[in-house]
């Protein structure tokens, strides 16, 4: 299976460390407020790399964390902590507020069929384990304590600027004005942040550090955002993952910490596989919730638009693609998913015979396989279901092809997770309905067919009339 590595900026063989076993860790969310569609689009492509992983044979060890505490409004360690803003905002506590939002995660994670990650840890159940990491980060002498914090020096990492290749030179000359002016370097990050001392904050921790002056253990503080992920991928995954991967957005700061972080306090590689899933705008722009167009789950829903569709248009582009989401786009996928289902239903209706001049489903599914296979090429597999959906409107399914064309179904649930295989068979009712049906039609008598077909329609069956008889799909 080959993936593209953000490291190497190449398509590349994907070789675990302990294969099957491959190790993933991506970065989940901040659980301040309510996930928008671009959030769900970054989690559904992850989840499509854990699906495809699984249908190969590997056996991902899947690490996402909950960002509850730590992260904040700005990317230069200054600004409110989200969650704290999130709990201004609601007059809560944020204790409450990451309470709510983590439940609202998770049932969404259900929702949209995405696989339930081995442990999905919270960074405020970990303070221990990061504060861990940060005093051996502090004993091989990476760390500084200033006013606000204990910082990271990013000049003591030589390979900080690598993954995301950046210009450090020209990073250092442009953020002049608006440096930290106790900070080393213009890329150096909090591990620690200290609480203000004028004021309490919902969540706080003792720590072995102070700020420079003032007496021991006389200010408590909270986690740097980054510090989480390597600590919490760390404790259940090990020192150096398989895959990492988030949104790319993370690049240029979140994931060049981590590594710095990680590297440093191991002296191994963090990662040997980066994923990254690009941008999804609206109108022309990023959706994020500072620009407030974050469209919800729910909003798709109230427009009678079923979460199937939306992760059918989420595999419409490709992970790599800066992608667009528009009603228009939505309510095509929901229509080529309502004609996929009837795709599926197929398999109640195959003809009672071996002969069979179709094309071959088990062909199909190695190509589905293949373009998965190659870089998570999920526009080419809708290509080609798309391509065998339209050979069966020509071709019947018979009981000769009937245990591939499943098989082929089947693998095409596991790995997209469109629940195709939901449905039922229709019931006899209807199906002696169906038959009086052919019958008047073979009787020539066409009151009588058109009377029952309206009658099927009632229950929400349409019938397609074909040269081998009618094949009835849901309305
Ligand atoms: P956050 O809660 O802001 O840290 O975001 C959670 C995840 O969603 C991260 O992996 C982000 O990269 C991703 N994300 C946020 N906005 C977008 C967007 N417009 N398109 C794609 N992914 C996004
Ligand atoms: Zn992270």
Redesign the pocket.
């Known amino acids: 299976m080959k993936l593209y590595n953000t490291l190497t900026r190449n398509v590349e063989e994907l070789k675990p460390l302990h294969a099957p076993e491959v190790t993933v860790y991506?970065?989940?969310?901040?659980?301040y407020d309510y996930?928008?569609v671009?959030?769900w689009?970054?989690?559904v492509r992850e989840d499509t790399l854990i699906r495809t992983l699984l249908a190969s044979g590997f056996k991902p060890k899947w690490v996402m964390n909950i960002?509850d505490v730590g992260?904040l409004v700005s990317d230069a360690d200054d600004g409110e902590d989200k969650l704290e803003k999130g709990a201004r905002r609601e007059g809560k506590t944020a204790w409450d507020v990451a309470k709510f939002y983590t439940a609202y995660f998770e049932k969404g994670l259900e929702r949209l069929n995405i696989v339930q990650p081995d442990h999905l840890p919270r960074a405020t159940e970990h303070i221990a384990e990061q504060i861990e990491l940060i005093k051996k980060l502090e004993e091989k002498g990476y760390t500084y304590t200033i006013s606000d914090g204990v910082y990271y020096d990013t000049s003591k990492f030589p390979s900080y600027a690598d993954l995301a290749r950046l210009d450090l030179d020209e990073q250092e000359a442009g953020k002049r004005v608006q440096f930290n002016t106790e900070k080393r370097n213009v890329g150096d990050f909090a591990l620690w942040k200290f609480s203000p001392a004028d004021r309490k904050r919902d969540m706080e921790w003792d720590s072995p550090w102070t700020p420079p002056g003032a007496p021991e253990g006389s200010r408590k503080g909270f986690p740097g955002w980054h510090i989480e992920c390597s600590a919490m991928s760390m404790k259940y995954l090990g020192e150096t993952l398989d895959i990492h991967a988030?949104?790319?957005?993370?690049l240029p700061v979140h994931h060049t910490n981590e590594i710095a972080q990680s590297e440093a306090a191991t002296g191994k590689q963090f990662s040997r596989h980066w994923m990254h899933?690009?941008?999804?705008?609206i109108d022309g722009e990023?959706?994020?919730?500072s620009l407030g167009n974050g469209i919800t789950l729910e909003d798709i829903e109230a427009k009678g638009i079923s979460l199937e569709a939306f992760r059918l248009h989420v595999l419409e582009s490709h992970y790599r693609s800066q992608s667009k989401f528009s009603w228009d786009s939505l309510q095509a996928a929901q229509n080529r998913l309502k004609s996929w289902q009837a795709f599926a239903d197929l398999r109640f209706q195959a003809l009672n015979t071996d002969d069979y001049t179709g094309p071959d489903y088990m062909a199909y599914l190695g190509d589905v396989q293949r373009a998965l296979h190659d870089d998570l090429n999920t526009p080419r597999a809708l290509a080609i279901i798309s391509g065998a959906e339209a050979g069966s409107v020509q071709e019947p399914i018979t009981n000769g092809e009937i245990e591939n064309f499943n098989a082929f179904l089947e693998y095409i649930d596991d790995v997209l997770g469109l629940r195709l295989l939901v449905s039922k068979d229709v019931d006899d009712e209807i199906k002696q309905l169906i038959a009086h049906r052919e019958a008047a039609r073979t009787a020539k008598d066409w009151a009588k067919s058109d009377e029952l077909r309206d009658q099927l329609a009632k229950q929400g069956i349409g019938l397609r009339d074909t040269s081998h008889g009618a094949v009835w799909y849901r309305l």
């Open positions: 991506t970065c989940g969310p901040t659980v996930l928008h671009g959030n689009f970054t989690y960002t992260h988030g949104g790319i957005d993370h899933s690009n941008h999804i705008t990023k959706i994020s919730k």
